[in-house]
């Protein structure tokens, strides 16, 4: 194809793999490069310096930026590519641009513990200052306030080019924000990440780095607040009393909110473990309870807490639970509804649960919270959508069906 979304999407590709053969063969056949697109950015990640020149010479801009503030330097810098860092400089790149989170190429380095590209970079001149974040103030990062409609929650800061993996907890009272991040792993492949934070500190939001607590070897994951705030919990691969867990499957761990911070993570053994020798073992909440809702190979199940102690867990009947695969479940405070995703269909739902206990026949709920929604979190009053929106909790409350 000569033109079209088809090219373009071609041309993109061979740019962000570095792949000269494909891209000559798009151009021969009339293909052009959209300069309104990230084309440049694709290059100088795919690391040939041929297509980033051609690139260049066709109009693209070694300066420009895309919608979170990264620049192709950015990009060469996180994938570790000093030809076309020394092309981009020689066609006047800025080498201090900063991106929304006030990252320079320099800074993306240090986070990379690339010594020798940081090195490269300061002997060309570069500000070796620390991020410069910017100043944010007010409770939930000073974001205006949802209503029905869900807003953009963060963007550039939470969700930028390492969109969330799953969850982003936000404290009851948005005062302190988790989250797993996918990043960019070098030279393609898989990304990888770990548990990030940030909080209000001394009335400012301070720069997002790497919890305390979380490692990358252990894929910790999916960050969800106890409903007052005094206990986060989270997934994790890592060791059970120094053991490996079993091919690698997550547990459910914790840490507890103390007077110097949150505490060393402690596995929540009282929780039930799903039985089988490989656990799928996706996302989880609690009620205001405490009871245990989870998801596993496709089915959500319950665990009541009482006495202070877990019983033993049940799988939620139908019509929550079908032949199709249902996850990411997240129950109100209440245990009134159940917020869900049929994930064969990548459809979020809704059902209500009875004075009876029964639950209701769920509800698509893609035209209000979206159809990509796949995971979701509250905090205070509000709904928290994936890494990227929020809105108004009783907009699910007013689905509820009138009996």
């Known amino acids: 194809p000569s ?3 088809e090219a373009g999407m071609l041309l993109e590709f061979a740019a962000a793999g570095g792949l000269e053969r494909l891209y000559d063969a798009m151009i021969d056949t009339g293909a052009a490069p959209d300069t309104a697109r990230a084309f440049l950015h694709a290059a100088a990640g795919g690391g040939s310096k ?3 020149e051609s690139l260049i010479g066709r109009g693209f801009d070694p ?10 330097m950015h990009i060469a810098a996180e994938q570790g590519q000093r030809e076309i860092m020394a092309l981009l400089l020689e066609r006047g790149a800025d080498i201090d641009a900063r991106n929304m989170l006030g990252q320079t190429a320099y800074n993306v380095l240090q986070e990379r513990d690339d010594g020798e590209l940081a090195a490269y970079l300061r002997a060309a001149g570069a500000d070796t200052s620390a991020p410069a974040f910017p100043e944010i103030r007010g409770k939930y990062l000073g974001r205006p306030r949802p209503g029905l409609e869900p807003q953009e929650f963060a963007p550039g800061i939470v969700s930028h080019r390492y969109e969330p993996h799953s969850t982003v907890a936000v404290s009851p009272a948005g005062d302190e924000i988790f989250w797993n991040p996918m990043i960019e792993s070098r030279g393609g492949g898989y990304s990888y990440g770990y548990i990030m934070t940030t909080r209000l500190e001394n009335g400012r939001w301070t720069y997002p780095r790497k919890a305390a607590f979380s490692e990358r070897d252990f894929k910790d994951d999916h960050p969800f607040f106890s409903y007052d705030g005094k206990r986060l919990y989270f997934s994790s691969s ?10 690698g499957e997550k547990r459910v761990w914790c840490v507890e909110k103390t007077k110097r911070g949150w505490s060393e993570p402690r596995y929540c053994e009282e929780l039930p473990v ?3 020798p490989r656990v799928l073992f996706f996302t989880f909440s609690f009620d205001r309870k405490g009871n245990y809702y989870y998801a596993t190979d496709g089915d959500i199940w319950w665990s009541r807490f009482a006495g202070g102690k877990y019983a033993p867990a049940e799988k939620l ?6 032949e199709a695969m249902e996850g990411s479940p997240l129950i109100s405070l209440d245990g009134g509804y159940l917020i869900f995703v049929n994930a064969s269909l990548r459809e979020p739902r809704v059902s209500f649960r009875g004075k009876d206990g029964s639950w209701t ?3 698509n709920i893609a035209e209000q919270v979206g159809r990509r929604a796949m995971n979701f979190t509250r905090s205070g009053d509000y709904l928290m959508i994936g890494g990227q929106r929020w809105v108004e909790a009783k907009l699910i409350e007013r689905l509820r069906p009138r009996r």
């Open 3 to 5: 033109g079209g979304r």
């Open 50 to 52: 041929r297509i980033a």
């Open 63 to 72: 300066g420009s930026k895309d919608e979170f503030g990264w620049t192709p």
């Open 238 to 247: 890592r060791p059970i009393d120094g053991a490996p867990v079993p091919g």
């Open 274 to 276: 799903p039985a089988g």
């Open 317 to 322: 009947p139908a019509p929550v639970n079908t």
């Open 361 to 363: 026949e769920p509800l």
